[in-house]
């Protein structure tokens, strides 16, 4: 069975690729490698995805 962080991480991936998917058919290539690299630093594993970790985490190890 997934755990949270899987099942939140699957819905977001779905919307991050339909979002980059809409800027891709929008934007010029030039534009478009920018706003991905902006996008993903933002929401990958870096940013968002790290965070959630963090505080699903925590309030996981909290509620113990």
Do not use: C, W
């Amino acid at each position: 069975m997934p755990t949270l962080h899987e099942m939140i991480l699957q819905l977001l991936n779905a919307r991050k690729n339909r979002v980059l998917l809409v800027a891709q058919s929008s934007l010029p290539e030039s534009q478009f490698k920018a706003f991905r690299q902006i996008f993903l630093d933002e929401f990958g594993k870096g940013g968002l995805e790290k965070e959630l970790e963090r505080v699903i985490a925590e309030k996981y190890h909290k509620g113990r």
